[in-house]
């Protein structure tokens, strides 16, 4: 399934992993599951500290499909992933892999100290962060905070669509656009697939150029409008039609059908989460 050149660069990655891990799938009889199992089978066959075995469907039964789980064997340290963690997402994956196989990522604390070094302000980090162990991991390479997006957006305090809310819970990948990007153009957004992304979204993940060249042009005048008038775009439900690019997410207060016309912003990581709870106890939950 991966190529050669992506395989021999993964299987050298693994030589590093120093205790054994686990790859536990949950699938189901679609064509999707059946690329996942071919991935984690692959990849179990460049270390012999890697098993790969399918859960057990009667233990398994709230589990996404699919969705695999890299787990430190005898232990209950584990990295979930909803869908095939190709493209973009591959780095993730091969991240992970190394983590909970107990190699330690000296890059990141190198980085965030010539960053330190360079800059007289606190230095934050953020991205795929979605639980204590995440944050743990950001303060520990050095950085004054953690940055915690896409888990708070699953919040009861958030004013995201509920159907946004439930595509984020249903997600099994993302994609890194520039599709809507009028009034904020030229600036990747990573977003949940919806229809207006499978309509306007071909060969190039950013958009159709003709779409990107338009958000460029009208963002000047959308900028200049005034706030009332821009609030009445925003409420606006366009035809499928028209590329109505434009870049604020669908919020409670509009119609449910916003959420296939405009975007669904998540981090990487989203597939890892699985409910919705108050701030307080996501506060308390991402506390080292």
Not at 26 to 41: F, M, N, R
Not at 250 to 264: M, Q
Request: hydrophobic share 45%; proline share 7%; aromatic share 4%.
């Amino acid at each position: 399934m991966l190529d050669t050149s992506l395989a021999g660069q993964l299987k050298s990655l693994l030589e590093r992993l120093t205790v054994p891990i686990e790859l536990v799938s949950s699938l189901d009889d679609g064509p999707k599951s059946a690329e996942l199992a071919e991935l984690l089978t692959e990849i179990a066959a460049m270390s012999d500290k890697i098993t790969y075995a399918r859960a057990d469907d009667s233990d398994d039964a709230a589990a996404r499909r699919p969705s695999f789980a890299i787990r430190r064997t005898g232990t209950d340290v584990e990295v979930r992933f909803a869908g095939i963690p190709l493209g973009h997402e591959f780095s993730s994956l091969a991240l992970a892999l190394l983590q909970v196989g107990g190699y330690p990522s000296k890059e990141a604390p190198e980085l965030l100290e010539q960053v330190r070094r360079a800059v007289d302000i606190p230095v934050l980090v953020a991205g795929g962060i979605v639980d204590a162990q995440g944050v743990r991991e950001a303060l520990d390479a050095g950085a004054a905070a953690a940055v915690v997006g896409t888990r708070f957006l699953l919040s009861e305090e958030c004013r995201a669509h509920p159907a946004y809310k439930r595509r984020c819970l249903q997600a099994s990948e993302t994609v890194l656009t520039e599709l809507f990007g009028l009034g904020w153009p030229d600036a990747p957004h990573r977003v949940i697939p919806n229809a207006a992304t499978r309509r306007w979204l071909g060969d190039d993940a950013r958009g159709p150029r003709w779409i990107r060249a338009g958000n460029r042009t009208m963002s000047r005048l959308v900028n200049a409008m005034p706030a009332a008038a821009q609030d009445r775009a925003v409420r606006a439900l366009a035809p499928s039609w028209l590329p109505y690019a434009i870049a604020q997410p669908p919020t409670d207060d509009g119609p449910a059908e916003l959420v296939d016309g405009r975007p669904l912003y998540a981090g990487a990581n989203v597939g890892r989460i699985d409910d919705i709870r108050g701030a307080a106890d996501l506060v308390r939950a991402l506390t080292p």
